[in-house]
């Protein structure tokens, strides 16, 4: 593909983003522009750390969560927390 057809496909695709994804684009064209490196940051992390988060990955992909407003609420009534 042509840098022109690139250009023109990602322009396409932003028009007909939601308004969501919108912002995430934003939010990762300018990291990007900024010279953010995401991957770097990932590579950095202990592999202990990585192997964690992409279990918690699954774990969500898998519909294996709960809303955190449940979590905080079981854990007050368990020890008794006000707030």
């Known amino acids: 593909m042509s840098t022109a057809e690139l250009k ?3 322009i396409d695709r932003i028009e007909h983003a ?3 994804q919108v ?3 934003y939010g990762l064209m300018l990291n990007y ?3 953010h490196n995401d ?4 590579d950095m992390l202990p592999k202990y750390q990585q192997d964690r ?3 918690s ?3 969500a992909d ?3 969560v709960k809303p955190l407003g449940d979590v905080t609420k079981k854990i007050r009534e368990k020890f008794g927390l006000d707030g």
Not at 39 to 42: D, G, L, M, R
């Open 8 to 10: 023109s496909e990602l």
């Open 18 to 20: 939601d308004d969501v």
């Open 23 to 25: 912002k995430q684009l």
């Open 33 to 35: 522009f900024n010279g």
């Open 39 to 42: 991957i770097e940051e990932w």
């Open 53 to 55: 988060l992409n279990k």
């Open 57 to 59: 990955l699954e774990q």
């Open 62 to 64: 898998a519909g294996l």
